[in-house]
């Protein structure tokens, strides 16, 4: 997923992105309420993770314009307030789900995962098309019950084709989904991940298509 981070504290900033991004997640960060609001309108985000003690505007401010403006983006909050009352608050402007600092990072990686399926209409965990199947909690992906050695960004190549087979993909909404603005990309990345992803789908899993001029589909026939 394309996911942006709301934190003001670099280091821990720093941690979570590391932690998302070992998960096939691509990762934007800002650190204050007012940058949020402006990126939030010209990316197309699967998840927001926002920290209530912003600097300027706080995070329940941050969270009420997006609602209000029409954005409809998962929303995770994170927060040191034990008090009933502020998550009580987030809920009610808009959350989606609520995270109290410190945490493990394996309830976060969890939450991450529960509102990304949520958000894409489809609770269970695993995708299946035809011989392929993808496990979204445990990050295994098999074809005919032949486990697939993928990397980060093959993964989220796979399951952003998945989560759509049978449909044509534009090529620029793959990489909206699996680079960050931050990150570097060469003119052929996405093709080299598809061609590895071909191979390692090869010869019983379903076909990666190419669609001249449009982009890419995987075939669930």
């Known amino acids: ?3 942006l981070m709301i934190e003001d504290d670099a280091a821990l900033a ?37 920290d ?13 314009r997006l609602r209000r403006r029409g954005e409809r983006v998962p929303v ?3 927060t040191a307030r034990d008090a009933l009352d502020d998550r009580v608050r987030g809920l009610d402007l808009g959350a989606d789900d609520y995270l109290r600092k410190p945490f493990e990072p394996e309830e976060l990686e969890a939450r991450v995962r529960a509102l990304g399926r949520r ?10 098309v035809g011989a392929l199947t993808l496990n979204r909690s445990t990050g295994v992906a098999e074809v005919a019950g ?20 049978g449909q044509v993909v534009p090529r620029e909404l793959i990489l909206s989904e699996v680079f960050g603005y ?11 991940n598809v061609t590895r992803l071909r191979t ?16 890419y589909l995987l075939d669930a026939g």
């Open 1 to 3: 997923m394309r996911i």
């Open 146 to 165: 032949r486990t697939l050695d993928l990397r980060r960004r093959e993964w989220a190549v796979l399951e952003a084709l998945a989560t759509r087979a």
């Open 200 to 215: 390692k789908l090869s010869p019983d899993g379903p076909q990666i298509r190419t669609v001249r001029g449009l982009g």
């Open 182 to 192: 931050d990150e570097p990309v060469g003119p052929n990345a996405l093709e080299v």
């Open 76 to 78: 995770l909050m994170l």
């Open 119 to 128: 958000r894409g209409g489809d609770p269970v965990p695993e995708l299946a």
């Open 52 to 64: 209530v003690g912003l600097p300027g505007i706080d995070g329940f401010t941050v969270l009420e």
């Open 14 to 50: 720093r941690s979570i992105a590391a932690l998302l991004r070992v998960g096939g997640h691509a990762v934007d960060h800002v650190a204050s309420g007012e940058e949020a609001l402006e990126v939030v309108a010209d990316e197309p985000y699967a998840l927001v993770i926002l």
